[in-house]
């Protein structure tokens, strides 16, 4: 039971810390003169925060029509292998 607190935990810790550093990320990005932060590299941040969830996120239609599909899908990927990978060390 308590693995599964800590997993949880874990989770839930991740998302909001990936929320924290993709905001961080796009303030830094808009102090140096791009106004224009809803692209690849948000997309990419998105998918790494939210894992699997972000991979399924990529293929809606939405997704597709801003050109979104692949960052957000690839950061998917790269995030559920971090987060795996993360929760296995501790």
Do not use: E
Not at 50 to 79: D, N, R
Request: charged share 5%.
């Amino acid at each position: 039971m308590l693995s599964f607190i800590g997993f949880i935990g874990f989770s839930i810790a991740w998302v909001i810390g990936g929320l924290i550093l993709g905001m961080l990320i796009n303030v830094v990005r808009v102090n140096q003169g791009n106004t224009k932060i809803n692209d690849g590299m948000t997309a990419f941040i998105q998918g790494f925060t939210f894992g699997p969830v972000g991979i399924m996120a990529a293929f809606h239609a939405q997704q597709a029509s801003q050109g979104k599909t692949f960052p957000m899908a690839l950061g998917g990927i790269v995030g559920t292998i971090s987060f795996f990978y993360c929760y296995g060390m501790t």
